[in-house]
């Protein structure tokens, strides 16, 4: 009788340890399940939830986040003659700002800050974020296609961006041609150990021969200048060793747009 009791209590004891065994295999189960929807890729091509958008900028695809709260509003920059208006759901507007004869003009864009295929904020080196634009009329100045932006002060990096209650009204449309001409300069700071590079645009040719510490302006000699009608262009440029292109750029009337190859 007593054999038998012990045997007993063997068999619960072992019955007990069998269904531990079994929930701790479940329960790892589960999470597994849970950690493999917790590490999905984002990707471009993919239907992609909020706030997460496919931004196409500077010739490639990207993921990007709309939920930077620190950006939503409007950003001036007097220095670069461009404000910009932020809105929540990643879409936006930069405004050119009159110029010359020019009477300015809008371009309608999608943005968003870029992120690491976890959905995690790409940062640079020094904890900024990047904020990628895409024009949705026309071809988005190059200049500003990728911008520099650190949210815990707020500041931009490289242009002199500042909050502001709105962008200035213009008479210009988006992204068309006014008629009159522009002018656009390619420089580089060094010959990139390649001579002499060539650039076309517009089925017109110029040569770099010279190279600059700092950004030259408009017609300086041993840079690559031309003077065309206000609208969109796809240049290329090439030398002994590398190439550019083709780039979309936009020339506005009356304005001189520096393009530096490096």
């Known amino acids: 009788m007593k054999n038998l009791i012990i045997n007993t209590l063997s068999i619960k004891r072992n019955l007990v340890f069998l269904f531990l065994v079994l929930?701790?295999?479940?329960?790892?189960?589960?999470?597994?399940?849970?950690?493999?929807?917790?590490?999905?890729?984002?990707?471009?091509?993919?239907?992609?939830?909020?706030?997460?958008?496919?931004?196409s900028t500077s010739g490639k695809s990207t993921v990007a986040t709309t939920k930077i709260p620190?950006?939503?509003?409007?950003?001036?920059?007097?220095?670069?003659?461009?404000?910009?208006?932020?809105?929540?759901?990643?879409?936006?507007l930069i405004t050119y700002k009159p110029s010359g004869?020019?009477?300015g003009s809008t371009q309608r864009i999608k943005w968003g800050a870029m992120v690491k295929s976890n959905g995690d904020l790409l940062l640079s080196n020094v904890g900024t974020i990047?904020?990628?634009?895409?024009?949705?009329?026309?071809?988005?100045?190059?200049?500003i296609a990728l911008l520099s932006f650190k949210q815990s002060t707020k500041q931009w990096y490289g242009f002199d961006l500042k909050s502001v209650g709105k962008c200035a009204t213009v008479s210009g449309g988006g992204g068309g041609s006014t008629g009159?001409?522009?002018?656009i300069i390619f420089w580089t700071k060094t010959d990139l150990g390649c001579g002499s590079i060539s650039v076309t645009i517009n089925n017109q040719s110029g040569v770099?021969?010279?190279?600059?510490?700092?950004?030259?302006?408009?017609?300086?000699?041993?840079a690559a200048n031309f003077s065309l009608p206000a609208g969109n262009y796809t240049f290329t440029a090439s030398c002994s060793k590398y190439k550019w292109g083709p780039t979309s750029v936009t020339i506005s009337e009356g304005q001189c747009f520096k393009m530096e190859l490096h």
Do not use: R
């Open 130 to 143: 990047y904020i990628a634009h895409e024009s949705l009329e026309g071809s988005i100045d190059p200049q």
């Open 101 to 103: 004869l020019s009477p």
């Open 208 to 222: 770099i021969n010279k190279y600059f510490n700092a950004s030259p302006a408009c017609g300086t000699s041993g």
């Open 70 to 92: 620190e950006l939503i509003g409007c950003w001036d920059s007097d220095d670069f003659d461009f404000c910009v208006k932020y809105n929540s759901d990643g879409t936006g």
């Open 180 to 183: 009159g001409k522009g002018s």
């Open 23 to 55: 929930l701790l295999i479940g329960g790892c189960e589960k999470n597994d399940a849970a950690n493999s929807e917790e590490d999905k890729v984002l990707t471009c091509g993919e239907s992609l939830s909020m706030p997460f958008q496919c931004i």
